[in-house]
């Protein structure tokens, strides 16, 4: 059974860090397109970040570039999402997401199979 878990989300005041993680289970991590995603309160759903399961290639939307990293650990088959310097507009729940696909980084949700259940992301002062 494929599942997605994830966690670390949380209040943080600007300027501050969190750490999210997502475990998998019932699939390798590595042989999946992998992405986190976030949806604030009245927008659609974006992507934040993603990883190709060819190259590992890397893509980052242009408002949290130089702030966020995304990485798997493929040993403990869990995806990574750093982020630094967080700002309020970072504020909501994040989703990490996976697709079986032999190919590039995706950037759309109706692009992937599985999704875990989101964590929560306030940054407020």
């Known amino acids: 059974q494929v599942q997605l878990v994830e966690s670390g989300g949380g209040l943080v005041q600007p300027g501050g860090s969190l750490r999210l993680s997502c475990a998998a289970s019932g699939f390798t991590l590595d042989e999946y397109t992998v992405a986190w995603f976030r949806q604030a309160p009245g927008k659609e759903r974006e992507a934040v970040s993603s990883?190709?399961?060819?190259?590992?290639?890397?893509y980052y939307a242009d408002s949290v570039k130089g702030r966020f990293t995304i990485s798997r650990d493929n040993a403990k088959n869990i995806l990574y999402l750093q982020m630094n310097n967080l700002k309020p507009e970072d504020t909501g729940i994040y989703y990490c997401?996976?697709?079986?696909?032999?190919?590039?980084?995706?950037?759309?949700?109706?692009?992937?199979?599985?999704w875990g259940q989101g964590t929560q992301v306030t940054v407020s002062s």
């Open positions: 990883i190709s399961s060819t190259d590992g290639t890397t």
């Open positions: 997401a996976a697709v079986a696909q032999d190919g590039g980084y995706l950037l759309m949700w109706y692009d992937y199979q599985y």
